[in-house]
């Protein structure tokens, strides 16, 4: 939710290079060819170059940290083919197995006498689920608690469990089945859009949401309480996107 | 803490009632309708002859100015501008009206009220009439006694008087309710009460946790309203004594509660297995309950039809108003353009429904009122802050609401027309208004 | 239907005042109706309303006018009858009340009229901006709201009588089921449960297809209990449950159906004819 302005703006500008590029190049591009040939061989063309295509897709378009992705395109009427994020000329049509570090536009252009295509492909990139590093005695459950029990957020009037959430629940609940003796309580939080009512109830759905996937995960029910303060107790107090996000979550407390 | 809240509600109980011995009730002039093309003027009460000095002087400054304020928000009257009134005070009326004087001023004044007062020994008496302009004679008075520290509550009496004889009985002053709200202290937010002009202000809880949503019983005996016990849980307190009254705890969520019209029943928000929460009436001792709604949705912000017979509510994500009979059954949708709505107020006189509404593409909540029959709507405020919370005085003319178009959530009134704004409270941050019934005296 | 109102009007109020006690009741209905007589009229100026409007609204204006002069003639009645010198100063004075609580039902019908006279005055604007679209519906609204206005508050004889005119002015109206539910309601609320009986049923039977069905039925079941007639309540419910089982009312069904018969399934009821 926060993240998607900004991703969208960069999408773009992007587009918006791109698109000026092939712009530059189909203009110019004719010029040189009817130099040619009216030198050479006027009479070998009068039609046009067909213009090339191109295709580019990766399967899967998401992956994990670690994880590996195929990269297939396809083009027609090309001279040559260009792929970016490091992978340079390529044949006509092909694939290619990669294994980006993060998430990564690739982009793949193809060049021909009827001027460019260009096609590109997006491979997101997630952080793999969290490993909870082997339980030592010494550590107390408290900082246990601390270092491996995290919240979750919330999208806006919303209380389902999205996949970040799914995540971090996952990793809550493997913790929590480590450590027997901890109990929580869950706290539902809004930001302060709706009315304080609404977000009272709202509030309650989230901790509520929060405490049946965990039961789902096999955590004894009766390790979980819930409780709801709506609004009434904000994590931050200023009135922008960022914040409010910060708001919208389910808060665990060690009982 | 309970024991604490009763000796100082005794305190305010005895305060609150006081002494305000009434002496002859006159003629009762009648009128067909509340005559909004009435002209009153308010007189300054004046000092009775042989009596002088500070204290009478600053007493009666509060009572007229307190009197002025109370009926020209009354709504009912056109208030004469005091710039015109005959320079003349008036303290003996059969001599000191002059007529000829009144009749000479830019507009007809119908009706004059005066008065004067004494102070002795402690002890301030304050004799009022109201004088037919037309007639050239009274039309009916009154007589108040009390302690100078109450002069605020007998110009109130007086202006409810008012307000009563002139619209014939047909409608009650609002002069002496008083708003129940939410202040916030810290984390923690206490249910206050204070004068429908946000004077007098008092807190009713002292636990320092959570406390919201408060809400009168119809006559005012009981309010209930959400405490953190460490749940959101239903809470009704006496308003007399100060006791909690017995209501069962659920552990879970249980939110906004309303007493039925007869003060029999009382409806809430309680979440279900299903994990939503659902509205469910039962007696005020948490008896007989029994279910409303059976949304897999959430429920809310339940309010009562003057007869009992209907619930309006509010359901679904975001917040839609709908009503259903008390029974539970026969569920339609009133105000039918989406948005985001809460906080639905049902008018004494059953024509209204107020509410807070975000409709869509807007960026704020304001006012609003809808037909309860047809469900056209109206708005009543707009411009600066966010505008929420409605609730209506019981003669139905007037709302109380909570915006924060000063900075912080302050606690405003305002006509149902939207006009007459007034902020009543000023400092920390105030919320979730109640305006009580009428008071039961005389 | 060319009745004088104003002057109905100010007859009833005359009427009323020496025979207060008896005759308020019966005159409070008289005024009702002469407000619904007004609203008829309403509607047959609806046709050829460019002009019509006009007179209609100076009849209202005229009511209203009539209203306050009848106010007056209550004031001069009240001042005379304090000057009359008479040893029954109770009798007076409940008298006095009595007219008082008449002058607020005249306050309340002059109140209406002037709603009336403000929709008249939305209407000839929306008249103005859309030329072909004639609101020919403005009647039946009326009537129907200013009943529920009385149903909501409480006064439920005047909610029968406006809803009983609604549904026999307005046979075919869209809220004929919502009048009739309505109507049983009331009468179920003033404890006359066979009449409440009476008004379900007429839902149920004869609008079938409506929506308002499933309320119809649960509302005369729980009459039914109300009327000690287990067998007749417990067919509705089951019929909710088993014909619109997806409503809200066949969740209350099924909890009534728990209530009455225990957790143990119960032998299939015939509802008895009536």
Known sequence: MKRSPVLLASTALLLAVMLSASGCAKKVSPDPAAVDRADGAREASTAPAPAPTITLTASPSAIEKGQSTTLSWQSTNATGVNITGGIGTVEASGSRTISPGASTTYTARATGRGGDAVAEARVTVSAPVAVTPPPSAAVSDAAFFEAAIKDVFFGLDEYSINEDARRALIANARALAERPGIRVTIEGHCDERGSEKYNLALGDRRANSARDFLISQGIDSARIDTISYGEERPFCEEQNEECWQLNRRAHFVMR | MPAKIACFLLLVFFSAQ????????????????????????????????????????????????????????????????????????????????DYEAWDSIPFKVSFVTVGSAS?????????????????????????????????????????????????????????????????????????????????????????????????????????????????????????????????????????????SPDGSEVIFALRTPRGDPDLFISRLDGSNRRNITNNPAIDSSPTWSPSGRQIAYISGMPGQIHICDADGSNVRRVVKEGGDADNVAWSPDGRWLAFQWK???????????????????????????????????????HLAFQSNRSGSWQIYTMLLEGTEPRQITHSGNNTSPSWSGYFLRD | MKRNIPFCLLAALLAVCPLAEAGTKEELVRLQ??????????????????????????????????????????????????????????????????????SAKVDEASTRISAMALQLGELKVQSASLETAVPSGLSPEVLYNQAYGDFVQGNFDLAIEGFTAYVSTYPAGDRVPDALLNIGDAYAASNRLPQAVGAFTRVINDHADSDKVPSALYKRARVELAMQEKENAVADLRNIVEKFPQSPEAVLARGELNRITGSKPAAPARRKTR
């Open chain 2, 119 to 259: 102070l002795s020994r402690n002890v301030l008496r304050v004799e009022t009439s109201v004088y037919d302009m037309k007639q050239r004679k009274r039309a009916f008075g009154k007589a108040y006694t009390g302690d100078p520290g109450q002069v605020r509550t007998m110009a109130h009496y007086w202006a409810d008087e008012i307000v009563y004889q002139l619209t014939a009985g047909t409608s009650r002053g609002i002069a002496s309710t008083r708003i129940a709200y939410v202040s916030r202290k810290g984390d923690a937010k206490e249910i206050h009460t204070m004068d429908y002009d946000g004077q007098n202000s008092r807190a009713f809880t002292h636990g320092g946790g959570l406390n919201l949503f408060p809400t009168w019983a119809p006559d005012n005996s009981k309010l209930a309203f959400v405490s953190y016990r460490p749940n959101p849980e239903i809470t009704i307190y006496s308003y007399l004594d100060g006791s909690r009254l017995p209501f069962p705890m659920f552990n879970t969520f249980a939110s906004s509660p309303a007493i």
């Open chain 3, 33 to 102: 109706s002469d407000v619904l007589a007004l609203q008829n009229q309403i509607r047959e100026f609806d046709k050829g309303y460019a002009e019509k409007l006009d007179s209609l609204r100076s009849l209202v204006i005229q009511l209203n006018d009539q209203v306050a002069r009848s106010g007056q003639i209550l004031d001069r009645i009240s001042t005379a009858m304090e000057n009359s010198e008479s040893g029954k100063r109770t009798a007076d004075q409940s008298l006095l009340e009595e007219v008082r609580r008449l």
């Open chain 2, 18 to 97: 006081p002494s305000l011995l009434t002496q002859e009730s006159s003629r009762v002039t009648l009128f067909p309708k509340p005559a909004e093309d009435l002209i009153l003027a308010v007189a300054d009460v004046q000092p009775a002859p042989g009596n002088a000095g500070g204290e009478l002087a600053s007493a009666l400054e509060t009572f007229n100015r307190v009197l002025y304020d109370d009926l020209s928000f009354a709504g009912f009257f056109t208030i004469a501008g005091r710039g015109f009134y005959p320079p003349k005070p008036i303290v003996r009326p059969e001599t000191d009206i």
């Open chain 2, 359 to 397: 409709p869509r593409l807007s960026p704020r909540y304001e006012i609003f009122i809808a037909d309860a029959a047809s469900g056209a709507v109206r708005q009543l405020t707009s411009g600066a802050g966010s505008n929420e919370s409605p609730t209506w005085a019981p003669d139905g003319r």
